[in-house]
């Protein structure tokens, strides 16, 4: 039943459309126009793509992210994001759900929030970098930021002690500070040890049924009952800012947490207690029946002065044949049964989880004309937008959380230094932000690269930045927000007047520069640990 849910407003993409902010364009500088701060660090080639929160995942081609799975283009939200992070503008950040509206609220400054977890399965590094930059730039925008550590997760999906866990989750914790999240506007937490979240894990877990998390995570018979606790776990945390009050939430994450956040999205919209729809008659049509009674409606109002009956509209579709044809005759056959009952436009509210009390009390809300059914309230004088907001009122004078549908966004996967993928369990292959400086240095110096055989090549071809990894370190990281220098890197690069051992000697020394002094601020925010409100003692519990 659920499933047939139509989309609220502020889900529904045609609506989000035609509030899009059309006109405003921010100043901000738009990669789009220059493809020199694109790179696909040499990932591009590959075949499948499929998304598995707990493989391993590649991503072949972005592209397909779109066309598969409905992940939207950042491109796209990109200029109505008033000042928008290096991340996004050089692509690295590159797809998105529904972010439109956290750009809406920034702009209008409106409550927003962002949140991220981390599995402390070992020491963070620059890849979770790109994410711990995330929350804290939402941060400065004004949202309320949550970081979290996915400690059950950790231990049960990939067996970590909790002696190991104490280790990481204090290591993770450590640089999102260093790197500037400020714990006193913001809010750290332990799955493991909050039991908020836990109660509004358990309550999701009651909408969710075992053959749905089989159908998106692969479950079977032999996957254990705390790894699905750990997926109601993360479902809690996407919604957890929301409990306060229902608000737009963005969640930083790789695209492999894209099954998560549908599920999530999904869930928001089950839990509701009340589904707003448009309808033009008492029975209940699909979207696509009633876009067609709605074409059939429009014409024959102009032709009878607005008395249109039912079985009118059934015999304009007979005759004028608009497709889709099976949604024409299920219209047709559903308006023949109505016969003489008049159409007219209406916003329907339909009872979806309220309990008898919750839904009098809709009832009762609804000004104007309005009829009354078993399940649905149809309302004659309020347009949708009104319907939304004295929905979600009631639900939540009535003990509803009235949850907004999260947004997410989206950040490339780093390519790792020694080409494919960057990976914790090779240790060459990524930088920790905990590797010794030196040792950094020596990683990027012995990188691979985009360059040509020979020097004189490279002078007369140019070196392909598209695919080096140490290009990449300088667009994801080591230019900072400086877009100037990594255009130039760029630019002398593919132009031929780069060559690889000079280009790789500064981005090491760079990134050398960079972990001493990251190093330095996570003993300088040490101290702050102990006034955090989150403990890394659950070994001893
Ligand atoms: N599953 C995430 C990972 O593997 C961690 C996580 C837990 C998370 N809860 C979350 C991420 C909520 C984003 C939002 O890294
Ligand atoms: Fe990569 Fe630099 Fe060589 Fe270009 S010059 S291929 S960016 S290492």
Same mark, same amino acid.
């Given at each position: 039943m659920t499933s047939e849910r139509e989309p609220t407003e502020e889900e529904s993409p045609v609506d989000q459309q035609a509030s899009d902010g059309r006109g405003w364009r921010g100043e901000a500088f738009d990669s789009r126009e220059d493809p020199a701060l694109r790179t696909d660090g040499g990932a591009a080639g590959a075949d499948d793509v499929t998304l598995d929160p707990w493989g391993s995942s590649t991503v072949a081609d972005y592209r397909k992210l779109f066309e598969d799975f409905g992940i939207e283009e950042f491109d796209e939200v990109l200029g109505e994001i008033p000042d928008p992070h290096y991340l996004m503008r050089r692509g690295v950040i590159f797809g998105h759900r529904d972010y439109r509206r956290i750009a809406e609220a920034m702009r209008d400054g409106e409550e927003f929030a962002a949140l991220s977890g981390f599995m402390p399965t070992g020491d963070p590094h620059i890849g979770h970098k790109l994410v711990f930059d995330e929350l804290i730039w939402h941060q400065k925008q004004g949202g309320d930021t949550y970081g979290l550590i996915a400690d059950l997760e950790a231990h049960s999906a990939r067996g970590m002690t909790w002696e190991e866990i104490d280790q990481h989750a204090r290591d993770y914790v450590l640089s999102l500070l260093a790197l500037g999240f400020?714990?006193?506007?913001?809010?750290?937490?332990?799955?493991?040890?909050?039991?908020?979240?836990?109660d509004l894990a358990f309550e999701l877990g009651i909408e969710a049924n075992f053959s749905e998390l089989q159908a998106i995570y692969g479950f079977d018979g032999e996957t254990d009952v705390s790894h699905m606790q750990s997926v109601v776990t993360q479902m809690a945390d996407i919604l957890y800012p929301q409990l306060d009050e229902p608000k737009p939430t963005?969640?930083?994450?790789?695209?492999?947490?894209?099954?998560h956040v549908r599920l999530a999205r999904d869930l928001a919209a089950r839990m509701r207690y009340?589904?707003?729809?448009?309808?033009?008659?008492?029975?209940?049509?699909?979207?696509e029946e009633r876009d067609l009674i709605g074409f059939a409606y429009d014409q024959l109002r102009e032709e009878t002065d607005g008395d249109v009956r039912c079985e009118d509209a059934a015999e304009w579709l007979r005759d004028h044949r608009p497709t889709p044809v099976e949604a024409r005759q299920s219209a047709v056959e559903k308006l023949e049964a109505a016969g003489k009952e008049p159409l007219r436009p209406r916003v329907r509210l339909l009872d979806q989880r309220a309990d008898e009390?919750?839904?009098?009390?809709?009832?009762?809300?609804?000004?104007?004309?309005?009829?009354?059914?078993?399940?649905?309230?149809?309302?004659?004088?309020?347009?949708?937008?009104?319907?939304?907001?004295?929905?979600?009122?009631?639900?939540?004078?009535?003990?509803?959380?009235?949850?907004?549908?999260?947004?997410?966004?989206? %950040?490339?996967?780093?390519?790792?230094l020694t080409g494919g993928?960057?990976?914790?369990?090779?240790?060459?292959? %990524?930088?920790?932000?905990?590797?010794?400086?030196?040792?950094?240095?020596?990683?990027?110096?012995?990188?691979?690269?985009?360059?040509?055989?020979?020097?004189?090549?490279?002078?007369?071809?140019?070196?392909?930045?598209?695919e080096c990894p140490v290009y990449e370190l300088y667009a994801y990281l080591l230019a900072g927000d400086d877009d100037e220098f990594a255009r130039e890197v760029y630019d002398e690069c593919v132009g031929g007047e780069r060559l690889c051992g000079g280009c790789k000697e500064q981005a090491a020394e760079l990134m050398r520069e960079f972990l001493e002094e990251h190093q330095e601020k996570r003993e300088a925010v040490e101290e702050k640990l102990d006034e955090l409100d989150i403990s890394f003692d659950a070994a001893e519990r």
């Open positions: 400020d714990p006193d506007d913001g809010e750290l937490y332990r799955q493991s040890d909050n039991r908020v979240l836990q963005v969640i930083p994450v790789g695209p492999d947490q894209d099954p009340f589904g707003v729809t448009e309808a033009y008659a008492s029975f209940e049509a699909t979207p009390d919750a839904f009098e009390a809709l009832i009762e809300a609804v000004g104007g004309e309005k009829r009354v059914y078993d399940a649905h309230v149809d309302a004659f004088e309020m347009d949708r937008t009104e319907a939304e907001e004295l929905a979600r009122e009631v639900e939540l004078d009535h003990g509803g959380y009235g949850f907004q549908m999260p947004s997410s966004i989206y %950040h490339r996967f780093m390519t790792g993928k960057m990976s914790s369990s090779i240790p060459a292959s %990524h930088i920790s932000l905990l590797d010794d400086p030196e040792e950094g240095y020596d990683k990027v110096k012995a990188a691979t690269t985009g360059g040509r055989e020979t020097a004189e090549k490279q002078r007369e071809l140019g070196g392909k930045a598209d």
